[in-house]
């Protein structure tokens, strides 16, 4: 079993900064893709921001500039720091973990970020 919990979430005023973590824990594996998504309400889930094994990363272009993608090998975990935060960055961000082989997606239950002013 893959458990992965996120925390950092919370209220921010525009403009501030956001320090998302998501560590996994339980059979850990062959992870190719650790990311992060989001969904506000009434919308889809999207893409904020991934890594791959080998240092790739790939962000949305709403975030490009603003928000960093990192992750520390030895704790099994992934962050995104999210600075300059605007209103439409309110959602609920899950973290992503592609693992194992074939490749299986794993999330996390998910965090609140709101930004308001």
Same mark, same amino acid.
């Given at each position: 079993?893959?458990?992965?919990?996120?925390?950092?979430?919370?209220?921010?005023?525009?403009?501030?900064?956001?320090?998302?973590? $998501?560590?996994?824990?339980?059979?850990?594996?062959?992870?190719?893709?650790?990311?992060?998504?989001?969904?506000?309400?009434?919308?889809?889930?999207?893409?904020?921001?991934?890594?791959?094994?080998?240092?790739?990363?790939?962000?949305? *272009?709403?975030?490009?500039?603003?928000?960093?993608?990192?992750? *520390?090998?030895?704790?099994?975990?992934?962050?995104?720091?999210?600075?300059?935060?605007?209103?439409? *960055?309110?959602?609920?961000?899950? $973290?992503?973990?592609?693992?194992?082989?074939?490749?299986?997606?794993?999330?996390?239950?998910?965090?609140?970020?709101?930004?308001?002013?």
């Amino acid at each position: 079993q893959v458990q992965l919990v996120e925390s950092g979430g919370g209220l921010v005023q525009i403009g501030g900064s956001l320090r998302l973590s $998501c560590a996994a824990s339980g059979s850990i594996f062959s992870i190719w893709t650790m990311g992060w998504y989001r969904q506000a309400p009434g919308k889809q889930r999207e893409l904020v921001a991934t890594l791959t094994n080998t240092g790739w990363t790939n962000y949305a *272009d709403s975030v490009k500039g603003r928000f960093t993608i990192s992750r *520390d090998n030895a704790k099994n975990t992934v962050y995104l720091q999210m600075n300059s935060l605007r209103p439409e *960055d309110t959602a609920v961000y899950y $973290c992503n973990f592609a693992m194992g082989f074939p490749p299986q997606n794993y999330w996390g239950q998910g965090t609140q970020v709101t930004v308001s002013s």
